[in-house]
Nanobody
């Protein structure tokens, strides 16, 4: 079982930048898909970005062109670089790692970090 721990949340101004980091334990991380989700108050948790073990990336339309997901398997880490954040990006952000094969469960989750975008 992969365990995850996020860091890097906080207050950021609109138009600024912020990097979220997630460190994993467990050798299976290298073949797992890694993702960032977020949940704003009163809303459902939503997928923000995903990167496969081979490095293929996908994004929610709302963050496409502003956020970049990356991973460093040697460091067992996944990152989310947030560029030009907007107030609507305010949410608790969760790191996730899950098996890539069909029928797998939703894997492991971090504890979440608060990101607040405000001037």
């Amino acid at each position: 079982q992969v365990q995850l721990m996020e860091s890097g949340g906080g207050l950021v101004h609109p138009g600024g930048s912020l990097r979220l980091s997630c460190v994993a334990s467990g050798s299976m991380f290298k073949i797992y898909n890694a993702a960032w989700y977020r949940q704003a108050p009163g809303k459902q948790r939503e997928l923000v970005a995903l990167v496969t073990g081979r490095g293929t990336r996908s994004y929610a339309e709302s963050v496409e062109g502003r956020f970049i997901i990356s991973r460093d398997n040697a460091e067992f880490s996944v990152y989310l670089d947030m560029k030009n954040p907007r107030t609507e990006d305010t949410a608790v952000y969760y790191c996730n790692a899950h098996p890539p094969w069909p029928g797998a469960d939703d894997g492991s989750w971090g504890q979440g970090v608060q990101v607040t975008v405000s001037s």
